[in-house]
């Protein structure tokens, strides 16, 4: 019986040690896998800055603000001359949080770089856009490609001190009024430079500019789509904006309440800003009044730790007709995921800035275009690659058979091969065909023929040129052509239809004159069925090259297609194998003569199991070296196997973040920026990686999960989750001390209460399963997407997990604490009344009588009699005029004081009872042994004193540990505040401050168990609400606040406590019940 109560008592603590295990296995992971070094590679940017301060010509403005020019070039310049011929196009960069507005120097120099360089080569514009993802029709869009840009780019920065704007939305708010400020001052100076040089006679411009092109960086990014629909900005001076890596749906560090509801008020003006006017009666008014602003949100990938690209989405806030979301790793020229700091620099991606700014201006007015599409058009022609387009889930592509009619418009090359440029004919006879130099032939492929036994796929590779190296025709069969239009005329040609990917660096001869390895592929081309019905013959011409001193030319042109079936190169790499790869890598090989696409399908989302892929050559069809043993030198397999096939590239795609491509891939891993089994999650469960492998060679891949790879990637992810689930364990807790309390029944303590609430099934079911079942229902009551269930219920359950460890640890932390201050404290009071009572010791005899009459002054014995009014009155002054945080710190102080009172009477009365038992003790020992004594009468009085302090402590601990966390949800807030002193502060904001005033209100009514005021709740339909049922309800409401990430929805379910217990003691007072009466239990015996 023994042992089966131990088994009992023991079998908590080890859910509670089983769960902290897990929380410090997963938290050190994390680290270690944040702590390790990215390679982004990106190459740095050089520039040689001058900033221009303009004059403040507004006394309204803030004062610590400013607003600069940024000028390129070494030389010393006059600043006043350099703004009278201010004539370019006005760019506006707004800095992030605790950002400099000297972050816009790599953008600017670039810039300037590129006017005066030109735009790109010809051949960049040769890749077609396949495909648009709705919005505006933009195939008739007019637009000349521009052979050199009409007008510079003058680049304006907002210095906004460096303070932390994703840390409180008062300061946000006031970024973004300066930021309406700086762009009317701007226009301002473009006005006054213009008739600045009419009346000095000197050449003026006669266009004016009358927008301002933003560009922000994190939070920067939602400032300038702040103050697009700032009421005070003037019509139309905002009509382009770019953001870099900034955060459109919430805030990412969603805490303050102020600041989810200004990320909320500013996004529902944009849904408001693209719905067309209307009077009260449904008549037509006017447009929408953001129908001429284009936004482009660019992310920078998984590599971003700071803003996921989750948050940067545009979905649900501004239209595919007037912006598109784009990750740095599938914009042109650029395929790189990198940090949140490096996408400002990072030379790749700010040349492609600078560029498509650059193209936005119009050659007839010298500033950017006014049509709506055609921005549009020229952003998307600009950053978007047709191979991310293309590969849209691993869809073949469509191919118009309208391609004839549209061949004058330029979607056929523009170079043209004269008939006699290409030597005989090749007819293919196998479905995989290699070209290996540019011999100048061509080859027909029998589609018919070919594409036989489910083969009717066909992909191409190659790193040659399209049309100036490679082209490829459909060719229809003249007997089944029902046209009467020669053969000639209709030939399609799909080279156009080919799409660039990066290629890695170029190989190297060994030494002269030697073959080198094959050159990585630089373009592809997929067609499926529907792509080729109605066409007999595939071919693929190349281009000649003349050879070099009578020799043939080196191997380093590469070309492979082939027929497959997509079916044979299939891989399911399911859930258990990921897992299991932790610690056993999971081994795929392919064999010679396989697709060339291979398809590997994984379960579960690599944007939470991050995977590492290698692909080693394991044969290329050579058996033999054909040299006898002993003479085949340093040749081996794997070298000449590298001089016959081209490095594999893998392709992976995500709807959020897009494509992500990894080229000559030989061990990497492969992630993607997604935010799989989230409550409001379309992100597919599963993730397909394509690899794009030489069928020529067989290969042996493996695939391995590495652990801190997940933990990090989960930390990310599901941080903010974590945090709204653990004030639902901590209400949760709460609710399991009242109701015990309400069941006549000790308070138990909070790490008892967090233990029991992971007991299985039942509480285990009510608390964490229930809320999961809850939010799906809702979902499918408001024909919401529902995420994919299981990954969002085992991800959900870790995050609970998590959530029990954190509060767990954090309890035992803070109770250790008071334990130890209490027997500090009683320790130093014993020892100090044992030294009063030596008379000798005269100075502590007088301090003692000197602090007695101080406590002993009417002030003092009021404020000690008055001491929850005269705290109450303290925290919500500072909360209402300071800052929230200080006066959760007062709240904080009160429940600390209170439980370290407890614990040293506890300490104290346990000291007592010990002293006793060895008094009675030793008595006993001197009486004779058969004798009984009466036990002391003050035993039981003392006993029920320690349980009674025992339950006063353990139920202000669990309010000191709600109020905590939410005292720490305003600390990042605080340390802004703490940043602006002296700067001219403002009082916070009415809802962080109402909030705060309900949580202290909570802390102050409820502070005993006894006197608990949410005891007092009147009965509906003839049951009373207890304490345990609202306690239950507001975790539930914690627990949803943490599934949709914004976790400082919390504040709402506490701050409702505080207003219902303010409510029913105010109710009290009317009916002139001052004492509050319950069938409660001081002392029991």
Same mark, same amino acid.
């Given at each position: 019986?023994?042992?089966?109560?131990f088994?009992?008592?023991?079998?908590?603590?080890?859910?509670?040690?089983?769960?902290?295990?897990?929380?410090?296995?997963?938290?050190?992971?994390?680290?270690?896998?944040?702590?390790?070094?990215?390679?982004?590679?990106?190459?740095?940017?050089?520039?040689?800055?001058?900033?221009?301060?303009?004059?403040?010509?507004?006394?309204?403005?803030?004062?610590?603000?400013?607003?600069?020019?940024?000028?390129?070039?070494?030389?010393?310049?006059?600043?006043?001359?350099?703004?009278?011929?201010?004539?370019?196009?006005?760019?506006?960069?707004?800095?992030?949080?605790?950002?400099?507005?000297?972050?816009?120097?790599?953008?600017?120099?670039?810039?300037?770089?590129?006017?005066?360089?030109?735009?790109?080569?010809?051949?960049?514009?040769?890749?077609?856009?396949?495909?648009?993802?709705?919005?505006?029709?933009?195939?008739?869009?007019?637009?000349?490609?521009?052979?050199?840009?009409?007008n510079?780019?003058?680049?304006?920065?907002v210095?906004?001190?460096?303070?932390h704007?994703?840390?409180?939305?008062?300061?946000?708010?006031?970024?973004?009024?300066?930021?309406?400020?700086?762009?009317?001052?701007?226009?301002?100076?473009?006005?006054?430079?213009?008739?600045?040089?009419?009346?000095?006679?000197?050449?003026?411009?006669?266009?004016?500019?009358?927008?301002?092109?933003?560009?922000?960086?994190?939070?920067?990014?939602?400032?300038?789509?702040?103050?697009?629909?700032?009421?005070?900005?003037?019509?139309?001076?905002?009509?382009?904006?770019?953001?870099?890596?900034?955060?459109?749906?919430?805030?990412?560090?969603?805490?303050?309440?102020?600041?989810?509801?200004?990320?909320?008020q500013?996004?529902?003006?944009?849904?408001?800003?693209?719905?067309?006017?209307?009077?009260?009666?449904?008549?037509?008014?006017?447009?929408?009044?953001?129908?001429?602003?284009?936004v482009?949100?660019?992310?920078?990938?998984?590599?971003?730790?700071?803003v996921?690209?989750?948050?940067?989405?545009?979905?649900?806030?501004?239209?595919?007709?007037?912006?598109?979301?784009?990750?740095?790793?599938?914009?042109?020229?650029?395929?790189?995921?990198?940090?949140?700091?490096?996408?400002?620099?990072?030379?790749q991606?700010?040349?492609?800035?600078s560029?498509?700014?650059?193209?936005l201006?119009?050659?007839?007015?010298?500033?950017?275009?006014?049509?709506?599409?055609?921005?549009?058009?020229?952003?998307?022609?600009?950053?978007?690659?047709?191979?991310?387009?293309?590969?849209?889930?691993?869809?073949?592509?469509?191919?118009?058979?309208?391609?004839?009619?549209?061949?004058?418009?330029?979607?056929?090359?523009?170079?043209?091969?004269?008939?006699?440029?290409?030597?005989?004919?090749?007819?293919?006879?196998?479905?995989?065909?290699?070209?290996?130099?540019?011999?100048?032939?061509?080859?027909?492929?029998?589609?018919?023929?070919?594409?036989?036994?489910?083969k009717?796929?066909?992909?191409?590779?190659?790193?040659?040129?399209?049309?100036?190296?490679?082209?490829?025709?459909?060719?229809?069969?003249?007997?089944?052509?029902?046209?009467?239009?020669p053969?000639?005329e209709?030939?399609?040609?799909?080279?156009?239809?080919?799409?660039?990917?990066?290629?890695?660096?170029?190989?190297?001869?060994?030494?002269?004159?030697?073959?080198?390895?094959?050159?990585?592929?630089?373009?592809?081309?997929?067609?499926?069925?529907?792509?080729?019905?109605?066409?007999?013959?595939?071919?693929?011409?190349?281009?000649?090259?003349?050879?070099?001193?009578?020799k043939?030319?080196?191997?380093?042109?590469?070309?492979?297609?082939?027929?497959?079936?997509?079916?044979?190169?299939?891989?399911?790499?399911?859930?258990?194998?990921?897992?299991?790869?932790?610690?056993?890598a999971?081994?795929?090989?392919?064999?010679?003569?396989?697709?060339?696409?291979?398809?590997?399908?994984?379960?579960?989302?690599?944007?939470?199991?991050?995977t590492t892929?290698?692909?080693?050559?394991?044969?290329?069809?050579?058996?033999?070296?054909?040299?006898?043993?002993?003479?085949?030198?340093?040749?081996?397999?794997?070298?000449?196997?590298?001089?016959?096939?081209?490095?594999?590239?893998?392709?992976?795609?995500?709807?959020?973040?897009?494509?992500?491509?990894?080229?000559?891939?030989?061990?990497?891993?492969?992630?993607?920026?997604?935010?799989?089994?989230?409550?409001?999650?379309?992100?597919?469960?599963?993730?397909?990686?394509?690899?794009l492998?030489?069928?020529?060679?067989?290969?042996?891949?493996?695939?391995?999960?590495?652990?801190?790879?997940? /933990? %990090?990637? &989960? $930390?990310? *992810?599901?941080?903010?989750? !974590?945090?709204?689930?653990?004030?639902?364990? +901590? @209400?949760?807790?709460?609710?399991?001390?009242?109701?015990?309390?309400?069941?006549?029944?000790?308070?138990?303590?909070?790490?008892?209460?967090?233990?029991?609430?992971?007991?299985?099934?039942?509480?285990?079911?009510?608390?964490?399963?229930?809320?999961?079942?809850?939010?799906?229902?809702?979902?499918?009551?408001?024909?919401?997407?529902?995420?994919?269930?299981?990954?969002?219920?085992?991800?959900?359950?870790?995050?609970?997990?998590?959530?029990?460890?954190?509060?767990?640890?954090?309890?035992?932390?803070?109770?250790?604490?008071f334990?130890?201050?209490?027997?500090?404290?009683?320790?130093?009071?014993?020892?100090?009344?044992?030294?009063?009572?030596?008379?000798?010791?005269?100075?502590?005899?007088?301090?003692?009588?000197? /602090? %007695?009459? &101080? $406590?002993? *002054?009417?002030?003092?014995? !009021?404020?000690?009699l008055?001491?929850?009014? +005269? @705290?109450?009155?303290?925290?919500?002054?500072?909360?209402?005029?300071?800052?929230?945080?200080?006066?959760?710190?007062?709240?904080?102080?009160?429940?600390?004081?209170?439980?370290?009172?407890?614990?040293?009477?506890?300490?104290?009365?346990?000291?007592?009872?010990?002293?006793?038992?060895?008094?009675?003790?030793?008595?006993?020992?001197?009486?004779?042994?058969?004798?009984?004594e009466?036990?002391?009468?003050?035993?039981?009085?003392?006993?029920?004193?320690?349980?009674?302090?025992?339950?006063?402590?353990?139920?202000?601990?669990?309010?000191?540990?709600?109020?905590?966390?939410?005292?720490?949800?305003?600390?990042?807030?605080?340390?802004?505040?703490?940043?602006?002193i002296?700067?001219?502060?403002?009082?916070?904001?009415?809802?962080?401050?109402?909030?705060?005033?309900?949580?202290?209100?909570?802390?102050?009514?409820?502070s005993?168990?006894?006197?608990?005021?949410?005891?007092?709740?009147?009965f509906?339909?003839?049951?009373?609400?207890?304490?345990?049922?609202?306690?239950?309800?507001?975790?539930?409401?914690?627990?949803?606040?943490?599934?949709?990430?914004?976790?400082?929805?919390?504040?709402?379910?506490?701050?409702?406590?505080?207003?219902?217990?303010?409510?029913?003691?105010?109710?009290?007072?009317?009916?002139?019940?001052?004492?509050?009466?319950?069938?409660?239990?001081?002392?029991?015996?």
């Amino acid at each position: 019986m023994r042992d089966v109560r131990f088994a009992m008592s023991i079998r908590p603590r080890l859910r509670i040690v089983g769960v902290v295990i897990l929380a410090a296995w997963i938290g050190f992971a994390a680290l270690f896998g944040l702590l390790k070094p990215i390679k982004n590679g990106c190459t740095m940017t050089y520039m040689y800055p001058t900033y221009i301060p303009i004059s403040v010509t507004d006394d309204t403005t803030p004062g610590r603000y400013g607003l600069y020019l940024y000028h390129e070039g070494w030389r010393k310049i006059d600043f006043k001359e350099h703004l009278k011929k201010l004539s370019g196009v006005p760019v506006l960069f707004i800095p992030g949080n605790a950002g400099s507005y000297k972050q816009v120097r790599s953008v600017a120099a670039e810039s300037d770089r590129a006017f005066q360089g030109g735009p790109f080569e010809r051949t960049f514009y040769q890749e077609a856009s396949l495909f648009r993802e709705g919005g505006a029709d933009t195939e008739f869009v007019d637009y000349d490609l521009p052979s050199q840009y009409s007008n510079r780019l003058d680049w304006f920065a907002v210095d906004l001190e460096g303070e932390h704007s994703a840390m409180d939305g008062r300061i946000l708010e006031e970024h973004t009024e300066y930021v309406v400020y700086a762009i009317h001052r701007i226009l301002d100076q473009y006005k006054e430079s213009h008739d600045t040089r009419e009346r000095e006679g000197a050449a003026a411009s006669s266009n004016l500019p009358h927008n301002v092109i933003l560009v922000g960086h994190s939070m920067g990014g939602f400032v300038a789509r702040a103050a697009a629909v700032h009421p005070r900005l003037r019509k139309s001076a905002v009509q382009t904006i770019i953001t870099l890596s900034s955060p459109h749906q919430s805030p990412p560090l969603a805490l303050q309440p102020s600041l989810g509801h200004y990320f909320a008020q500013v996004n529902r003006e944009w849904k408001k800003g693209y719905e067309v006017q209307t009077s009260p009666g449904g008549s037509y008014v006017s447009d929408p009044l953001l129908s001429g602003v284009i936004v482009v949100s660019i992310s920078g990938g998984y590599n971003d730790y700071q803003v996921r690209s989750k948050l940067e989405s545009l979905d649900g806030i501004v239209p595919s007709s007037h912006g598109f979301m784009i990750s740095s790793t599938s914009m042109k020229n650029v395929w790189l995921s990198m940090e949140h700091q490096a996408i400002l620099w990072c030379n790749q991606l700010v040349v492609q800035v600078s560029h498509t700014l650059l193209s936005l201006v119009d050659s007839k007015t010298n500033q950017p275009f006014s049509d709506t599409d055609k921005r549009l058009w020229v952003l998307a022609r600009m950053l978007q690659s047709a191979l991310a387009q293309s590969f849209n889930g691993m869809t073949p592509m469509e191919v118009s058979h309208e391609l004839p009619m549209l061949a004058s418009k330029g979607s056929t090359c523009s170079l043209d091969w004269r008939d006699d440029a290409l030597d005989r004919d090749l007819y293919i006879q196998t479905s995989t065909v290699t070209i290996l130099a540019m011999d100048g032939r061509r080859r027909w492929l029998d589609i018919d023929l070919l594409g036989s036994n489910g083969k009717n796929h066909f992909i191409f590779v190659t790193n040659l040129a399209p049309c100036s190296g490679v082209r490829l025709h459909l060719w229809p069969e003249k007997e089944k052509s029902n046209s009467n239009l020669p053969v000639c005329e209709r030939i399609v040609e799909v080279t156009s239809k080919m799409v660039l990917i990066p290629a890695g660096p170029a190989p190297k001869q060994s030494e002269p004159g030697s073959q080198t390895e094959q050159a990585p592929p630089s373009a592809v081309l997929k067609l499926g069925p529907e792509d080729m019905r109605g066409f007999r013959f595939l071919t693929i011409s190349v281009a000649p090259r003349e050879a070099v001193s009578g020799k043939p030319p080196v191997a380093v042109s590469m070309a492979v297609g082939q027929f497959f079936n997509p079916g044979n190169g299939a891989v399911e790499v399911s859930s258990q194998s990921m897992l299991l790869s932790t610690y056993w890598a999971k081994e795929i090989f392919l064999k010679e003569d396989h697709p060339l696409a291979y398809n590997l399908s994984f379960a579960t989302s690599l944007g939470l199991l991050p995977t590492t892929l290698s692909l080693k050559t394991a044969g290329c069809g050579i058996k033999t070296f054909g040299l006898p043993d002993g003479e085949t030198g340093d040749l081996d397999k794997d070298k000449l196997c590298k001089l016959r096939c081209f490095p594999p590239v893998a392709l992976a795609w995500d709807s959020a973040s897009g494509l992500h491509v990894f080229a000559n891939l030989c061990s990497e891993t492969i992630v993607i920026d997604s935010s799989p089994a989230l409550w409001s999650s379309q992100s597919s469960e599963k993730t397909t990686v394509m690899l794009l492998v030489d069928p020529h060679c067989s290969y042996t891949a493996s695939v391995h999960v590495s652990a801190p790879a997940i /933990s %990090s990637r &989960f $930390v990310l *992810l599901y941080g903010p989750q !974590i945090v709204g689930i653990s004030f639902a364990v +901590v @209400m949760f807790a709460l609710m399991r001390q009242a109701n015990q309390w309400d069941n006549k029944l000790s308070v138990p303590p909070l790490l008892s209460a967090v233990e029991y609430n992971l007991e299985m099934p039942s509480p285990f079911l009510l608390l964490a399963i229930l809320p999961l079942i809850s939010s799906l229902f809702y979902s499918f009551l408001m024909a919401q997407p529902i995420p994919p269930l299981t990954s969002f219920t085992v991800v959900s359950l870790i995050c609970y997990l998590l959530a029990n460890a954190f509060i767990s640890v954090l309890t035992f932390v803070s109770k250790f604490a008071f334990q130890a201050s209490a027997l500090v404290h009683t320790t130093v009071k014993s020892r100090c009344q044992a030294l009063e009572r030596n008379y000798s010791l005269a100075f502590l005899h007088w301090f003692s009588i000197l /602090s %007695s009459s &101080f $406590v002993c *002054l009417k002030a003092i014995r !009021i404020l000690k009699l008055n001491t929850k009014i +005269v @705290m109450t009155l303290v925290a919500v002054t500072l909360v209402s005029f300071v800052h929230p945080a200080l006066g959760l710190f007062v709240l904080l102080a009160s429940h600390a004081l209170c439980c370290h009172n407890s614990m040293c009477c506890i300490v104290t009365s346990s000291r007592r009872k010990e002293s006793v038992d060895q008094k009675n003790e030793a008595e006993r020992k001197t009486r004779h042994p058969s004798s009984r004594e009466d036990p002391v009468s003050g035993d039981l009085s003392e006993k029920s004193f320690v349980e009674t302090q025992a339950d006063i402590f353990n139920h202000r601990h669990g309010l000191l540990i709600l109020h905590l966390l939410a005292a720490l949800m305003f600390v990042p807030s605080l340390a802004a505040w703490f940043q602006r002193i002296g700067t001219g502060q403002s009082f916070p904001w009415f809802a962080d401050s109402a909030l705060c005033v309900g949580v202290i209100f909570h802390g102050i009514l409820n502070s005993r168990p006894e006197s608990s005021i949410l005891r007092s709740f009147p009965f509906l339909s003839g049951h009373q609400l207890r304490p345990h049922h609202i306690y239950l309800l507001a975790g539930y409401y914690c627990f949803f606040s943490g599934l949709e990430l914004a976790p400082y929805k919390v504040f709402y379910a506490i701050a409702s406590l505080g207003y219902i217990s303010l409510t029913l003691k105010i109710s009290q007072v009317n009916k002139n019940d001052l004492r509050f009466r319950t069938k409660s239990r001081i002392h029991r015996n």
